[in-house]
């Protein structure tokens, strides 16, 4: 089955402690991206990747980084959380880059940072 | 500055009536227009993908129309059903090749009561 994967679904966790939220595509995308749903805000794009090591930001990166070492993931870490990063997030990938086929969303993270 | 905005905020039928939710963007250069399906507590499903020479998209129940000279786009729900109940946004991608970029609306919340 065709799908994107995020682990884990929920997190509590405390300020500072660094985290990284694990998301994987098993459909061969090449476009992949990062969002948090906040209320109110609807989704912003926090980064996305092309390809490959290729990665770079999006509406609002501040305090979060990304890695593509391999095709299939796409890891979003936060080194140093605070509260204002207490959102619902979801990854999503295409086949084309940003605005072409449909993206693909995982069913979400929620993080509380307390 | 580029904007999708999304009526109603949210609507309450019930089920069985037909009911239509509006998308108004003011996006440059166009490049498509998608709804997406957001249930609570899931990642969005893309509905339909329409480009500028396409006016009308059905998807099921669900039919979307877009009017470019007007910039406005249309989703049609017919003979909805309780699991029509979800949060409905309409997504434009802005820009041509790969500095596209896709603006999101806030969705309409809709419910559907029996």
């Known amino acids: 089955e065709a799908q994107v994967t995020q682990n884990p679904r929920y997190l509590i966790t405390v300020t500072g402690k660094k985290l990284t939220v694990t998301c994987s595509q098993n459909m061969n995308h090449e476009y992949m991206s990062w969002y948090r749903q906040d209320p109110g805000l609807g989704l912003r794009q926090i980064y996305y990747s092309m390809n490959v090591e290729v990665t770079d930001k999006g509406d609002v990166p501040e305090g979060y980084k990304v890695s593509r070492k391999e095709k299939r993931n796409f890891p979003l870490i936060l080194e140093s959380p605070s509260p204002n990063q207490t959102s619902l997030y979801f990854c999503?990938?295409?086949?084309?880059?940003?605005?072409?086929?449909?993206?693909?969303f995982g069913d979400g993270t929620r993080l509380s940072i307390l | 500055k580029n904007q999708v905005e999304q009526s109603p905020q949210s609507l309450i039928i019930l089920e069985g009536k037909n009911c239509t939710l509006q998308c108004n963007y003011t996006v440059s250069p166009f490049s498509n227009l998608r709804w997406y399906k957001q249930d609570t507590g899931r990642g969005p499903v893309s509905l339909t993908i329409m480009t500028f020479s396409e006016n009308t998209k059905s998807n099921g129940r669900y039919t979307a129309t877009l009017d470019a000279d007007t910039k406005q786009s249309s989703l049609h729900i017919t003979a909805s059903q309780l699991s029509d109940s979800a949060s409905y946004i309409c997504v434009v991608s802005a820009g041509v090749g790969n500095n596209r970029k896709l603006i999101w609306g806030l969705g309409t919340s809709l419910a559907v009561n029996p």
């Open positions: 999503a990938s295409s086949l084309g880059g940003p605005g072409q086929g449909p993206q693909h």
